[in-house]
Nanobody, 114 residues
Framework: VQLQASGGGLVQAGGSLRLSCAAS????????MGWYRQAPGKQREMVAT???????NYADSVKGRFTISRDNAKNTVLLQMNSLKREDTAVYYC?????????WGQGTLVTVSS
């Protein structure tokens, strides 16, 4: 499975960005897709995940501000990020999981300025 993420960039606090991740290759049996992030000096953390049926899970820090969605026909997962804060600055990674495997995209940088 190959994951291609896009949509990162520089935005002012309070602004919005949308991240997109397209999956290709051996995409059958992908169950959960999601977004993780890693800020400088910190461990990678889960931001949001979504199952094949559309059940979403969010980190407490982004609830009410971020929305994850998934288009199974296009094999894409989106992350709409609103009301961005400086602490959302990080490299965001797309993830796809099968029963026995986990796949990562290359990461896209999101920088939120004050």
């Amino acid at each position: 499975v190959q994951l291609q993420a896009s949509g990162g960039g520089l935005v002012q606090a309070g602004g919005s960005l949308r991240l997109s991740c397209a999956a290709s290759g051996s995409i059958f049996s992908i169950s959960v897709m999601g977004w993780y992030r890693q800020a400088p000096g910190k461990q990678r953390e889960m931001v949001a995940t979504i199952g094949s049926a559309g059940t979403a899970n969010y980190a407490d820090s982004v609830k009410g501000r971020f929305t994850i969605s998934r288009d199974n026909a296009k094999n894409t997962v989106l992350l709409q990020m609103n009301s961005l804060k400086r602490e959302d600055t990080a490299v965001y990674y797309c993830n796809a999981r099968k029963v026995l495997d986990s796949y990562w995209g290359q990461g896209t940088l999101v920088t939120v300025s004050s």
